[in-house]
């Protein structure tokens, strides 16, 4: 298995403000990967993050608007930027386990005004 | 990647058998058929991972027919807890296998 934790779990912004939100591993992994989850929706994928290499983004996802860093193999971070309220979401991190499991962290509830 | 579809909600009381169907028409031969649980303001947890017939954990079970064109999650005598949204996934073992989550299946246990 894998402990995952995210900061913040949870926070209100202002239109217009940016938000990073972190997700540390307790191991090292290859790949991490950032899901959205819109009110009562399903789970999106945004973009995969490898260590060392640009984030590979989803379609409808942006890096200017979705930044990434992956700065080693057990931390990656997620930006939102420039929110409006169709940014409140649930953003998850999750990391894979061979064979083909993967493991998903709490979540970060924003909410955008 | 393939499409899956699931029942939207289902109720069912303590004690009892739910079984949820997933249809995954076209599926294909290298695909594998993943079941995950989302509790509210949780990230979703790997219940169990299936390629045909029958697979079993301290969980769940997992029915695969020969065509593999559906797949039915079984929860044995359920209890309140197990109240949560349940999601069908197909795709590759591969490393960096990209997770498409369908809709899901919300299942309210009633006491």
């Known amino acids: 298995s894998a402990v995952i934790s995210q900061k913040p779990s949870r926070d209100i912004c202002q239109r217009g403000t940016s938000l990073t939100i972190q997700c540390q591993v307790d191991s090292q992994v290859t790949m991490m990967f950032w899901y959205r989850q819109q009110p009562g929706q399903s789970l999106t994928l945004i973009a995969t993050?490898?260590?060392?290499?640009?984030?590979?983004?989803e379609s409808g996802f942006v890096i200017d608007k979705f930044p990434i860093s992956r700065p080693n193999l057990t931390f990656s971070t997620l930006t939102v930027s420039n929110m409006s309220p169709e940014d409140s979401s649930i953003y998850l991190c999750?990391?894979?386990?061979?064979?083909?499991?993967?493991?998903f962290g709490p979540g970060t509830r924003l909410t955008v005004l | 990647l393939a499409k899956t579809t699931q029942p939207i909600s289902m109720d069912s009381y303590e004690g009892q058998e739910v079984n949820i169907t997933c249809s995954h028409n076209?599926?294909?031969?290298?695909?594998?058929i993943t079941w995950y649980q989302q509790f509210p303001s949780q990230g979703p947890r790997f219940i169990i991972q299936?390629?045909?017939t029958k697979v079993t954990n301290e969980v769940a079970s997992l029915f695969i027919p020969a065509d593999r064109k559906s797949s039915t999650l079984s929860l044995p005598r359920v209890s309140l807890s197990d109240t949560a949204v349940y999601y069908c996934l197909v795709g590759g073992q591969a490393a960096g296998n990209k997770l498409t989550f369908g809709g899901g299946t919300r299942v309210l246990v009633k006491p």
């Open positions: 299936g390629y045909k």
């Open positions: 076209n599926i294909a031969t290298n695909d594998y």
């Open positions: 999750s990391v894979e386990r061979p064979p083909n499991e993967q493991f």
């Open positions: 993050a490898n260590q060392g290499s640009e984030a590979t983004y």
